[in-house]
């Protein structure tokens, strides 16, 4: 190794401010120190000193290792690093050369144990400020995060930001941008139908000439990040439901989410896992914007994506509306579709069998089109036993003038409960004007015990009636299919077995179905 002739000055600033020694400031205290003796300076400005990617500091190292350095004259020992670990590094590396260092205010001598002993102590502190640091930094972070404020990032497609203040702190918020809003709400009423798959609303919207109006490509990844965020959300009760449902820490209390704002979704400082379908420990807080994806579309979309459903659909089979559905009865793998050709031109067989397999198969050659005519058969007379089943419940399902043990009593009885309450709450009403402050006590309590009797009962009886609405809209569409089954599409037959079938076991020439319904 050649002799080493200079000193080495090294000086870094993260961050300037004022409240900083800058590094021309470092380096005159650096140059003090070297009475005289050659130098080369070493700059690191905006870089941090938790780790050793720096090229100022690898520069030196470089030099260091090239045997052109004798000593490292730092003004201060957190300048050079703050971390344990890359310390006892730098260290070890400067006795293998034979390089001193010197720390220019804290007069450290690398030469004597104590002051190596020293050198260790001081950096245990230089880590500990910054950690004390980072954790200030963060607890400050999601103390805003948690009062609604703006937290910077990309602005989401659909809003705008604009000024505003909000618990006399001046802050930015989201405006919507009603061009860009209204391909969202396409979008999410289009991904709401499980008939969609991300791939299939991308090419409708190049199809019909819907570009993106901040001029990116569309694509599945984007979208679906779109349809996971509650920024777009009008935040009700159910929403709040949701999220409590998931595990998500919720800021708000359950009375805010009264529909008019959308969400801020933060990983959370007790987050585990960085999967976007896990909401165990992320924070739900109630943005200060308004929303415009009702709830009710907006949850449909994110449970499909919760679920992953949109894998199933991008993968649909198309050798048979049964695929998915069989499985071999001896081993219980899939049967899957081969051709072949013959007349009967497709067949069945056990994805366990074969050369490699060490499965028999099924024991007999399941033809596909004998099978497929055999279900549809199967399917109708199912879907006419369920009709006819339908049909006999709803002749027998009591009116609303039943006894009053009954469905239709309970209805009637509520209704008659409702309209005693109103005049009731009318008839204390009437006594207000000629009560004295004891009396109207005893007037405000009954009130407002039979105003929250009334609301009960309300959303009881609007419930009740939507559950009929809703189960004669389903006798119907059922009623629909057993009519128009000859006439059902390939994909047609394939969502009426997704209803109906649940796994259809074939072995040794006996086949067991087992119904969903």
């Given at each position: 190794?050649?002799?080493?002739?200079?000193d080495?000055?090294?000086?870094?600033?993260?961050?300037?401010?004022k409240?900083?020694?800058?590094?021309?400031?470092?380096?005159?205290?650096?140059?003090?120190?070297?009475?005289?003796?050659?130098?080369?300076?070493?700059?690191?400005?905006?870089?941090?000193?938790?780790?050793?990617?720096?090229?100022?500091?690898?520069?030196?190292?470089?030099?260091?290792?090239?045997?052109?350095?004798?000593?490292?004259?730092v003004?201060?020992?957190?300048?050079?690093?703050?971390?344990?670990?890359?310390?006892?590094?730098?260290?070890?590396?400067?006795?293998?050369?034979?390089?001193?260092?010197?720390s220019?205010?804290?007069?450290?001598?690398?030469?004597?144990?104590?002051?190596?002993?020293?050198?260790?102590?001081?950096?245990?502190?230089?880590?500990l400020?910054?950690?004390?640091?980072q954790?200030?930094?963060?607890?400050?972070?999601?103390?805003?995060?948690?009062r609604?404020?703006?937290?910077?990032?990309?602005?989401?497609?659909?809003?705008r930001?604009?000024?505003?203040?909000?618990?006399?702190?001046?802050?930015s918020?989201?405006?919507?941008v009603?061009?860009?809003?209204a391909?969202?709400?396409?979008?999410?009423?289009?991904?709401?139908d499980?008939?969609n798959?991300?791939?299939?609303i991308?090419?409708?919207?190049?199809?019909?000439?819907?570009?993106?109006?901040?001029?990116?490509e569309?694509?599945?990844?984007?979208?679906?990040?779109?349809?996971?965020?509650?920024?777009y959300?009008?935040?009700d009760?159910?929403?709040?439901?949701?999220?409590?449902d998931?595990?998500?820490?919720?800021?708000?209390?359950?009375?805010?989410?009264?529909g008019?704002?959308?969400?801020?979704?933060?990983?959370?400082?007790?987050s585990?896992?960085?999967k976007?379908?896990?909401?165990?420990?992320?924070?739900?807080?109630?943005?200060?914007?308004s929303?415009f994806?009702?709830?009710?579309l907006?949850?449909?979309?994110?449970?499909?994506?919760?679920n992953?459903?949109?894998?199933?659909k991008t993968c649909?089979?198309?050798?048979?509306w049964?695929?998915?559905?069989?499985?071999?009865?001896?081993?219980?793998?899939?049967?899957?579709?081969?051709?072949?050709?013959?007349?009967?031109?497709?067949?069945?067989v056990?994805?366990?069998?074969?050369?490699?397999?060490s499965?028999?198969?099924?024991?007999c050659?399941?033809?596909?089109?004998?099978?497929?005519?055999?279900?549809?058969?199967?399917?109708?007379?199912?879907?006419?036993e369920?009709?006819?089943?339908?049909?006999?419940?709803?002749?027998?399902?009591?009116t609303?003038?039943?006894?009053?043990?009954?469905?239709?009593g309970?209805?009637i009885?509520?209704?008659?409960?409702?309209?005693?309450?109103?005049?009731?709450?009318?008839?204390?009403?009437?006594?207000?004007?000629?009560?004295?402050?004891?009396?109207?006590?005893?007037?405000?309590?009954?009130?407002?015990v039979?105003?929250?009797?009334?609301d009960?009962?309300?959303?009881?009886?609007?419930?009740?009636?939507?559950?009929?609405?809703?189960?004669?809209a389903?006798?119907?569409?059922?009623?629909?299919?057993?009519?128009?089954?000859?006439?059902f599409?390939?994909?047609d037959?394939?969502?009426?077995?997704?209803?109906l079938?649940?796994?259809?076991?074939?072995?040794?020439?006996?086949?067991?179905?087992?119904?969903?319904?």
């Amino acid at each position: 190794m050649c002799g080493a002739y200079y000193d080495a000055l090294y000086a870094r600033q993260s961050i300037e401010k004022k409240d900083s020694i800058s590094v021309e400031s470092q380096l005159a205290y650096c140059r003090y120190e070297t009475r005289g003796a050659s130098y080369i300076e070493y700059t690191d400005r905006g870089f941090s000193g938790k780790d050793m990617n720096r090229p100022g500091f690898e520069a030196m190292m470089k030099d260091i290792r090239g045997g052109k350095i004798k000593r490292v004259i730092v003004y201060k020992l957190d300048r050079i690093s703050r971390s344990i670990l890359d310390f006892a590094n730098m260290m070890e590396s400067f006795q293998q050369y034979h390089v001193e260092f010197v720390s220019s205010t804290e007069k450290f001598d690398t030469s004597t144990p104590i002051g190596r002993a020293m050198l260790h102590i001081c950096i245990v502190f230089a880590q500990l400020e910054r950690e004390t640091i980072q954790k200030r930094v963060t607890d400050a972070y999601y103390a805003r995060c948690k009062r609604g404020f703006f937290m910077g990032g990309r602005i989401p497609y659909g809003y705008r930001l604009i000024q505003t203040v909000i618990h006399n702190v001046h802050t930015s918020m989201y405006e919507e941008v009603p061009e860009e809003s209204a391909q969202l709400k396409l979008i999410f009423s289009l991904y709401a139908d499980t008939d969609n798959s991300l791939g299939d609303i991308v090419r409708y919207l190049n199809d019909h000439q819907m570009k993106q109006l901040r001029g990116a490509e569309w694509n599945t990844a984007r979208l679906s990040e779109m349809l996971r965020n509650p920024i777009y959300v009008k935040a009700d009760i159910d929403v709040y439901r949701f999220f409590q449902d998931q595990g998500a820490q919720i800021v708000n209390p359950a009375s805010d989410f009264t529909g008019q704002n959308a969400c801020y979704l933060y990983q959370g400082t007790g987050s585990g896992g960085g999967k976007r379908s896990d909401l165990s420990g992320k924070e739900l807080v109630l943005a200060p914007h308004s929303g415009f994806i009702p709830s009710k579309l907006w949850l449909a979309c994110r449970v499909r994506c919760l679920n992953n459903r949109q894998s199933a659909k991008t993968c649909k089979p198309k050798n048979s509306w049964l695929s998915g559905k069989l499985k071999c009865g001896n081993c219980g793998y899939a049967l899957t579709v081969r051709k072949a050709k013959t007349k009967w031109g497709r067949y069945f067989v056990c994805s366990r069998s074969g050369e490699h397999g060490s499965c028999n198969g099924a024991g007999c050659t399941v033809y596909a089109d004998v099978l497929e005519d055999y279900m549809m058969k199967a399917v109708e007379k199912r879907l006419s036993e369920i009709s006819a089943l339908e049909e006999r419940e709803w002749a027998e399902r009591p009116t609303l003038y039943g006894a009053a043990g009954n469905t239709g009593g309970r209805q009637i009885h509520k209704k008659i409960r409702l309209t005693q309450i109103e005049e009731e709450i009318n008839g204390l009403l009437s006594k207000v004007s000629e009560a004295d402050s004891i009396l109207m006590k005893y007037i405000n309590e009954r009130v407002l015990v039979l105003d929250a009797e009334r609301d009960t009962l309300q959303e009881e009886i609007v419930m009740a009636d939507n559950a009929d609405t809703e189960a004669a809209a389903d006798r119907e569409r059922l009623n629909g299919h057993v009519k128009a089954w000859e006439t059902f599409s390939f994909s047609d037959r394939q969502k009426v077995a997704d209803l109906l079938i649940k796994v259809i076991r074939i072995a040794d020439g006996k086949m067991e179905i087992t119904w969903k319904l």
